[in-house]
T-cell receptor, first 112, second 115 residues
């Protein structure tokens, strides 16, 4: 099964700026997730999204993060005021039609 | 804190050998177990899933699950240099057929297969 498509592949932003990361489903997937991976560290869960609502979020997913599906298609992760420690790979994943989770190719976020 | 722990690496094996990767988890209600392969700078790629005790084979890969011991492993037979990657163990809490729910990942084991 195809993964989701993420854009951009690499984003460089200045500290304090807002960034929006996008995830485009290939077909009508049910559940979406955002994960992040700081360089050299574990893949960490951020948030899950089902039926246009957050179903679960981690302690990392604080008020500076938000997710939405603005047009019923794209699934976005917004970081309102980026910090240096937000630099990481951000992965969108989906399940639906099966138990397995499939990951997009990721967005590398670099905060300078 | 629900943890997933993998055997410390890096693991180096010669081409053609069997590579053995191990993972333990702390949450007894975990029901779905996955092995992902991650090449440097790339996203996790699913290679195996297992939900029931015992072995599951797919080509050169065999996943083994022992829920009583809270242990899951991955064997790679006839290892190839292209298998060199980081292998991630991931666990989902919830019924085996559940298609939703977050994954908790281990820290990964770096495997190097040398010619």
């Amino acid at each position: 099964e195809p993964e989701v498509t993420q854009t951009p592949s690499h984003q460089v932003t200045q500290m304090g700026q807002e960034v929006i990361l996008r995830c485009v489903p290939i077909s009508n997937h049910l559940y979406f997730y955002w994960y992040r991976q700081i360089l050299g560290q574990k893949v960490e869960f951020l948030v899950s999204f089902y039926n246009n609502e957050i179903s679960e979020k981690s302690e990392i997913f604080d008020d500076q993060f938000s997710v939405e599906r603005p047009d019923g298609s794209n699934f976005t992760l917004k970081i309102r005021s980026t910090k240096l420690e937000d630099s990481a790979m951000y992965f969108c994943a989906r399940t639906g039609g099966g138990v397995e989770a499939f990951f997009g190719q990721g967005t590398r976020l670099t905060v300078v | 804190q629900k943890e997933v722990e993998q055997n410390s690496g890096p693991l180096s094996v010669p081409e053609g050998a069997i590579a053995s990767l191990n993972c333990t988890y702390s949450d007894r209600v975990s029901q779905s177990f996955f092995w992902y392969r991650q090449y440097s700078g790339k996203s996790p790629e699913l290679i195996m899933s297992i939900y029931s005790n015992g072995d599951k084979e797919d080509g050169r890969f065999t996943a083994q699950l022992n829920k009583a011991s809270q242990y899951v492993s991955l064997l790679i037979r006839d290892s190839q240099p292209s298998d060199s990657a980081t292998y991630l163990c991931a666990v989902r809490v919830g019924a085996g057929g559940t298609s939703y729910g977050k994954l908790t990942f281990g820290q990964g084991t770096i495997l190097t297969v040398h010619p």
